[in-house]
């Protein structure tokens, strides 16, 4: 009796993979936190729209490592929210909590 395994279609690997892999923009992830950040930026709270990388405006939505990738951050999806392209451009080293709070204007010091 031949072998069913190859006729079982599998799972697109963003289904597959517990993190969210190298390169390509992750249609799907960008959905699914579209969904739960209203469409807005998590840092400043702007409207994001979705742009082509090649041109990216200071709202085009890009993904973004809460904890850097530079500083030991992990590409785990939880690891990963929607950030405007200015926002994301303009962290630079500071934690991203800092930096919300500076982008919504709560930052006292």
Same mark, same amino acid.
């Given at each position: 009796m031949p072998s069913t395994a190859n006729l079982t279609p599998s799972k697109p690997p963003w289904l597959?993979?517990?993190?969210?892999?190298?390169?390509?923009?992750?249609?799907?992830?960008r959905a699914t936190l579209r969904a739960k950040q209203g469409g807005r930026c998590c840092y400043c709270q702007t409207k994001m729209? /979705? !742009?082509? !990388? !090649?041109?990216? =405006?200071?709202? !085009?939505?890009t993904l973004e490592h809460l904890n850097r990738r530079a500083s030991g951050g992990r590409n785990?999806?939880?690891? /990963?929210? =929607?950030?405007?392209?200015?926002?994301n451009s303009g962290?630079?080293? /500071?934690?991203?909590?800092?930096?919300?709070?500076?982008?919504?204007g709560e930052h006292y010091g």
């Open positions: 597959r993979r517990p993190d969210m892999g190298k390169g390509g923009q992750r249609p799907e992830l729209r /979705i !742009s082509f !990388s !090649s041109h990216l =405006l200071p709202d !085009s939505e785990d999806r939880d690891n /990963i929210a =929607l950030a405007c392209w200015e926002c962290r630079g080293t /500071i934690d991203w909590l800092t930096y919300m709070t500076i982008k919504r």
